[in-house]
């Protein structure tokens, strides 16, 4: 069965402090895709970085990084330099689409990161 | 302006009571899905709908309704509410393409009491 599991409930750093949140999959599929989201303390969900299971090079965007190890089954995500603006409740997510039931998701329960100045 | 679009914002309501949330997408996007937001246990997928007239269950359809009329709308029914229900929601839509997961765009959120 598909599953995410984000271990880490809540993470406290200081500012400009690097933190990594994790994320561990689970899927029988070859084919399947995963996606980072960000909730702000307003609520709504920011796309962050999708990823399809054949592509295993890691991301860099600004102060974001990913890194998608597929022999662990791990997509963790990296904020370098925090800031207070980056602190949210963020998503990891899981679809694994096949012809006849594409964009199933599966989310994680939430990584809660407080930067504190 | 690209966008999804939920409604109402906020719902108080009492148990029994049917109520419609109601969504829609300026996109074009093929698919549509609603979630429901719980404490420590992230999003998790109500229905979801490939195209017009096809929907199917997610991991927790159980006492909730969904309508795929137009390809712009997917309507959230909650026929008998029950304060279990008590929840954040959230719509969501994508381009669907078969055998691909587009990116999710999602709605604002919609914030139930059951009571």
């Known amino acids: 069965a598909q599953k995410v599991t984000q271990a880490q409930t809540e993470i406290s750093v200081v500012e400009k402090e690097d933190v990594t949140l994790d994320c561990v999959y689970e899927?029988?599929?070859?084919?399947?895709?995963l996606f980072w989201y960000k909730q702000p303390p307003s609520g709504e969900l920011v796309f962050l970085i999708r990823r399809n299971s054949f592509d295993e090079q890691n991301e860099i965007s600004g102060r974001y990084s990913w890194n998608f190890q597929k022999s662990t089954s791990s997509f963790n995500f990296t904020i370098t330099a925090s800031q207070v603006v980056d602190s949210a409740v963020y998503f990891c997510a899981l679809s694994d689409p096949s012809l006849y039931n594409f964009n199933k998701f599966y989310f994680g329960s939430g990584t809660k990161l407080n930067v504190k100045p | 302006e690209a966008q999804v679009t939920q409604n109402p914002r906020y719902l108080i309501t009492v148990t029994g009571k049917k109520l419609t949330v109601t969504c829609s997408q300026n996109?074009?996007?093929?698919?549509m899905s609603w979630y429901r937001q719980d404490p420590g246990l992230g999003l998790r997928q109500i229905y979801y709908?490939?195209?017009?007239?096809?929907?199917d269950k997610g991991d927790v359809p159980e006492g909730y309704k969904v309508s795929r009329k137009e390809k712009r709308n997917f309507p959230l029914i909650l026929e008998s509410p029950s304060p279990n229900q008590t929840s954040l929601y959230f719509c969501?839509?994508?381009?669907?393409?078969?055998?691909?997961?587009?990116?999710?765009?999602f709605g604002p959120g919609t914030r139930l009491t059951v009571l």
């Open positions: 969501a839509s994508s381009l669907g393409v078969a055998g691909v997961t587009d990116t999710q765009y």
């Open positions: 996109m074009n996007h093929e698919y």
């Open positions: 899927t029988r599929d070859t084919t399947y895709y």
């Open positions: 709908s490939m195209n017009v007239e096809v929907t």
